[in-house]
């Protein structure tokens, strides 16, 4: 009989949390999750599935308007109820905590309720009571940033966008990155009048610097006041609502200001500095390759290692981790390859290198690259009357033709991108792109058809 209660407890119920123990237990591991709010973590509860859900809502708006173009006329002007949406959306929540649940204990896993912090390198305190565990899995994801402004407590982040119960008529959303552009995107098409303030020069900058300036164009055209190079000095009471003070002098008055200013680890309670456990600067647990930390018994995954925080990529950690410790080692996950979507109205993704990246890559070994990109109206556009333009671009090396990025902003650019995704991790080449027939009329298409290549004006 083992010494210990069981072969894994994984700290955190989440996307990676529950992938890990599950295929855990799959191998015949005998697995505890300790979870203390509801199953699924951030991407089920307050990230990727309501955001998703709020931004298909939010979308309607322009489908309806659009459908005047194509004949159809609705007697009554659309009227959209927040109340509803919400409720539904916490309904399909629900329905999915108990699924992440069922998941759990149909593969034997013993789910344990309540906080958890280490104790010593093989045992977890779960509420007073404590478990021995041979390994242990860290899985705590992250949580969002609040910036050190004042009157910051008057506002809310996405955790408390979520379950927000009336819809405000104005809001103010604080950021350039995925949270920002969703969020701002969400409350515009719901027809609350949206304001965007970010301190640098381009949204979404970790992307190629088109995807940015273009997709601030496009959610200006839809009605987002985006102000760039802007910060907030101090956010304070209103008669109704609240009065936000801007760098540029300007004084914004709004029902609602969202801090979408970046999320941390999740690391307070757990224990980790009394065990040693090496830590960044912002609370990351420091991994090896086979995503163990400083203390051999304990791994970590997902936002809370801080390398890419996005579902897919936590729970193919998840899988790695427990194949390596159960089943057969040398499964791992790749981190150049990993496409990303942005659910903005419209849509951004990209897998592979940004233009700036692939020419800073070529010019450290004496190359160059290929840029292919096109602008153009969507069909459905041309009846629709919408002034909204799709962007797709191609990155390629000139040298062995691999195409080495793949970028678009447009109607389902996650959807797109996914399929492209996996040429690109097949190493295809750009001949290869222009030797595929394309599904006419498509979007996606564009991306096998572009030939000309594009030099940027002087
Ligand atoms: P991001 O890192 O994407 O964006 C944070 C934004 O806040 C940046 O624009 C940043 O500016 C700005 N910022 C940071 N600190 C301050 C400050 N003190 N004052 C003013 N502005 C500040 O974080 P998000 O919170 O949007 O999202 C966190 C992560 O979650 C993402 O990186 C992504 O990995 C994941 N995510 C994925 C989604 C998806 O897959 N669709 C959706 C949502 C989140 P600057 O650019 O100047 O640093």
Same mark, same amino acid.
């Given at each position: 009989m083992s010494q210990y209660d069981f072969d894994l407890i994984t700290i955190g119920g989440g996307s990676g949390g529950v992938r890990a123990s599950r295929f855990a237990a799959n191998l015949g591991a005998k697995v505890a999750v300790v979870e203390g709010?509801?199953?699924?973590?951030?991407?089920?509860?307050?990230?990727?599935?309501?955001?998703?859900?709020?931004?298909?809502?939010?979308?309607?708006?322009?489908?309806?308007?659009?459908?005047?173009?194509?004949?159809?006329h609705l007697k009554d002007k659309p009227t959209f109820d927040w109340p509803t949406l919400i409720a539904r959306k916490d309904a399909e929540i629900a329905r999915l905590n108990r699924i992440y649940e069922n998941v !759990?204990?149909?593969?034997?896993?013993?789910?344990?309720?309540?906080?958890?912090?280490?104790?010593?390198?093989?045992? @977890?305190?779960?509420?007073?009571?404590?478990?021995?565990?041979?390994?242990?899995? !860290?899985?705590?994801?992250?949580?969002?940033?609040?910036p050190d402004l004042p009157g910051a407590e008057l506002a809310i982040t996405s955790d408390e966008f979520f379950p927000l119960g009336a819809q405000p008529a104005r809001a103010l959303v604080y950021g350039g990155g995925y949270i920002a552009v969703e969020m701002a995107s969400i409350f515009?098409?719901?027809?609350?009048?949206?304001?965007?303030?970010?301190?640098?020069?381009?949204? @979404?900058?970790?992307?190629?610097?088109?995807?940015?300036?273009?997709?601030?164009?496009?959610?200006?055209?839809k009605g987002v006041q985006i102000a760039l190079h802007t910060v907030i000095e101090k956010i304070e009471k209103a008669a109704t609502g609240l009065r936000v003070h801007l760098s540029d002098g300007r004084v914004e008055e709004t029902d609602c200001v969202l801090l979408a200013t970046g999320r941390k680890p999740r690391v307070d309670g757990l224990g980790l500095e009394?065990?040693?456990?090496?830590?960044?600067?912002?609370?990351?647990?420091?991994?090896?390759?086979?995503?163990?930390?400083?203390?051999?018994? @304990?791994?970590?995954?997902?936002?809370?290692?801080?390398?890419?925080?996005?579902?897919?990529?936590?729970?193919?950690?998840?899988?790695? @981790?427990a194949e390596a410790l159960f089943g057969k080692p040398g499964r791992s996950t790749r981190y150049d390859l990993v496409p990303t979507a942005v659910f903005s109205h419209p849509n951004v993704a990209s897998v592979g290198l940004s233009e700036a990246r692939a020419r800073a890559q070529a010019r450290s070994q004496g190359g160059?690259?290929?840029?292919?990109?096109?602008?153009?109206?969507?069909?459905?556009?041309?009846?629709?009357?919408?002034?909204?333009?799709?962007?797709?671009?191609?990155?390629?090396d000139p040298t062995t033709d691999r195409v080495l990025g793949v970028h678009m902003v447009g109607p389902d650019a996650g959807e797109i991108v996914q399929g492209f995704a996996v040429a690109?991790?097949?190493?295809?080449?750009?001949?290869?792109?222009?030797?595929t027939i394309g599904i006419h009329p498509t979007l996606a298409e564009e991306f096998v058809t572009l030939r000309t290549e594009y030099v940027a004006p002087a």
């Open positions: 709010a509801h199953m699924g973590g951030t991407c089920v509860n307050v990230g990727c599935i309501p955001k998703k859900l709020m931004s298909v809502a939010a979308h309607y708006h322009e489908d309806f308007e659009d459908a005047a173009g194509f004949g159809w !759990l204990t149909t593969a034997g896993v013993t789910i344990l309720r309540g906080w958890a912090r280490l104790v010593d390198a093989h045992t @977890v305190e779960v509420d007073g009571k404590h478990y021995s565990s041979r390994t242990i899995l !860290l899985a705590t994801g992250g949580q969002p940033v609040r515009n098409g719901l027809g609350t009048a949206t304001s965007l303030v970010y301190r640098g020069e381009r949204l @979404v900058k970790d992307f190629d610097a088109d995807l940015g300036l273009h997709l601030a164009q496009e959610m200006a055209k009394a065990l040693g456990i090496t830590q960044k600067a912002n609370g990351a647990v420091v991994v090896n390759e086979a995503l163990c930390s400083s203390l051999p018994s @304990v791994y970590a995954i997902g936002d809370l290692i801080d390398r890419m925080a996005l579902t897919p990529v936590a729970t193919s950690e998840g899988m790695v @981790v160059a690259v290929r840029i292919f990109r096109s602008t153009f109206t969507p069909l459905r556009h041309t009846l629709s009357g919408r002034a909204e333009k799709t962007l797709m671009k191609l990155v390629v690109l991790v097949c190493g295809a080449t750009k001949a290869q792109f222009d030797a």
